[in-house]
């Protein structure tokens, strides 16, 4: 609530206001729903206890690898079949926190959450992402079936974030998914690559022809999502395609 206010009314009234907020309702934490939060609405409990992604992993496609030694390099995957991205990032594991608030924020529509989320999707990467380029972050594209049932695009509001947080200007229009496809859970990675195929589109061929983009969605699984949208991207005449991912799921 003291984020809304923010937004509605003079800096003084909204200080008074949100002080008395404060002692009548400490406010909760917007994933695990306890407090006390920080600024963007998340506890010290929470934050903690993400499980960021962490070297070695691979070069490419940004899987971790189960040894803690030893340095990055290609994985099987990368090493034996097409991979249209030149990188692919993620900021943690789809379990625990980061689960939970993608729950909440996709299913429970805490929208809200795009901006503490975002936000780490930038300040974890700035080493392995040069955020300045990329001429254009694109969102992974709902069907529009799927965007009605849901209200909005997760994978838009994240990028609509980073682009606030880095200046880069999203493009959501170009891409499209045209074909609806069955739910990707317990698929195995070739059902997925296969389930995927031919579910995107490329509309504007002007606009992101030699450029420069960096892909962005929630939850990486096998990957076959985001591949397929670069393989997309790639046909179209992009120039390279990088991928962003809040969480990566194993
Ligand atoms: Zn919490
Ligand atoms: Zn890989």
Redesign the pocket.
Known sequence: MRRELRWTLDKPIRQFLCAFLDLLFPER??????GP?DSQG??E??LSSIKYISSPACSKCGIPFNSDAGEDHLCGICLTSKVHFSKARAVGFFEG?LQEAIHQFKYNRKTILAKPLGDFMVNCNRDSIDFKAYDFLVPVPLHPRRLRERGFNQALSLAKRIAKRCGVPVDYLSLKRVRWEKPQINLSRKERERNVRGAFAFYDRGKLSKNRVLLIDDVCTSGATVNECARVLMEAGTRRVDVLTLCRAL
């Open positions: 934490c917007l994933i695990c729903n306890k939060v998340i506890c409990y929470c926190v």
